[in-house]
T-cell receptor
Framework: DTAVSQTPKYLVTQMGNDKSIKCEQN?????MYWYKQDSKKFLKIMFS???????INETVPNRFSPKSPDKAHLNLHINSLELGDSAVYFC??????????????FGPGTRLLVL | GNSVTQMEGPVTLSEEAFLTINCTYT??????LFWYVQYPGEGLQLLLK?????DKGSNKGFEATYRKETTSFHLEKGSVQVSDSAVYFC??????????????FGKGTLLTVNP
């Protein structure tokens, strides 16, 4: 019954590897997001998709490539991992604006550690 | 650009003390405002929200009022519990990319409540 789920919860890998994080929402939302939380807990948006279409790309390195196979899924693939990529990555979803409700609901996060 | 400023933490209180966490914002437009909470080792949970001026959001004894004249959304609780220990994030939501809304977060305030 989880609303927004992410896998894996923890990911430990070596520099230079390629890895993917998966996200699924069962809320029937049209919009999905990826956020990055750094070691100081600061949260910043990376991408936003609307019905499988990329809408927001916040100057993220092109080693990061989001993919949305359908509106319930938004995956994040990271190539050539670097030490600075170590962070917690959160997926979120929301409805398209309805009655001014733009609330985003977050997944549990994926804790990525690059060694 | 849009930004959110929260009071610096950490905040340490005794159980049953009164809590205020200040939050002010700068925005080009009329944002929706949110408080999210992150318990240790967990993801972000929506605590409360307000979508227009003078709205009051409330949940679990927490309250915040959208003050347009002072561009503020301060979080308050009359009597905190040990279980309220967490990081609290203030955030605003505005349209970006033409159709989607992105959250801009404050830096978070760590609250520790001692018995």
């Amino acid at each position: 019954d989880t609303a927004v789920s992410q896998t894996p919860k923890y990911l430990v890998t070596q520099m230079g590897n390629d890895k993917s994080i998966k996200c699924e929402q069962n809320l029937g939302h049209d919009t999905m997001y990826w956020y990055k939380q750094d070691s100081k807990k600061f949260l910043k948006i990376m991408f936003s998709y609307n019905n499988k279409e990329l809408i927001i790309n916040e100057t993220v390195p092109n080693r990061f490539s989001p993919k949305s196979p359908d509106k319930a899924h938004l995956n994040l693939h990271i190539n050539s991992l670097e030490l600075g990529d170590s962070a917690v990555y959160f997926c979120a979803s929301s409805r398209l604006k309805q009655d001014k409700d733009t609330t985003q609901y977050f997944g549990p996060g994926t804790r990525l550690l690059v060694l | 650009g849009n930004s959110v400023t929260q009071m610096e933490g950490p905040v340490t209180l005794s159980e049953e003390a009164f809590l205020t966490i200040n939050c002010t914002y700068t925005a080009t437009g009329y944002p929706s405002l949110f408080w999210y909470v992150q318990y240790p080792g967990e993801g972000l949970q929506l605590l409360l929200k307000a979508t227009k001026a003078d709205d009051k959001g409330s949940n679990k004894g927490f309250e915040a009022t959208y003050r347009k004249e002072t561009t503020s959304f301060h979080l308050e609780k009359g009597s905190v519990q040990v279980s309220d220990s967490a990081v609290y994030f203030c955030a605003l939501s505005l349209m970006s990319g033409g159709s989607n809304y992105k959250l801009t977060f404050g830096k978070g305030t760590l609250l520790t409540v001692n018995p």
